[in-house]
Nanobody, 116 residues
Framework: QVQLVESGGGLVQPGGSVNLSCVAS????????MGWYRQAPGAEREMVAFIGTAGSPNVARSVKDRFTISRDHVKNMVFLQMNNLKYEDTAVYYC??????????WGQGTQVTVSS
């Protein structure tokens, strides 16, 4: 089993920045993709960004000019730097990882609220 713990969420004003972190622990063979989804109230969960083992980022077009994803292979961590936040970025952000053997695992989610 893989456990994921996210941190870094909170309340931020429009135009502000937040950096989310997620660390994977437990038993896994090799982590492939790591990334983030988000779910706003009343909406479906949507992919925000993910990054593979080679380090190539994939970021949703809607946030591509504002969000940056990165990972630390040694520490089994993935980060999401979010800049110039907008009201519509308010959501619960979920970290996920893909283990080569066990499949996908999810974090418990961290709330990001953009409000003045």
């Amino acid at each position: 089993q893989v456990q994921l713990v996210e941190s870094g969420g909170g309340l931020v004003q429009p135009g502000g920045s937040v950096n989310l972190s997620c660390v994977a622990s437990g038993r896994f063979r090799a982590l492939l993709d790591m990334g983030w989804y988000r779910q706003a109230p009343g909406a479906e969960r949507e992919m925000v960004a993910f990054i593979g083992t080679a380090g190539s980022p994939n970021v949703a077009r809607s946030v591509k000019d504002r969000f940056t994803i990165s990972r630390d292979h040694v520490k089994n961590m993935v980060f999401l730097q979010m800049n110039n936040l907008k009201y519509e970025d308010t959501a619960v952000y979920y970290c996920f990882v893909e283990d080569i053997i066990s499949g996908r695992f999810w974090g418990q989610g961290t709330q990001v609220t953009v409000s003045s």
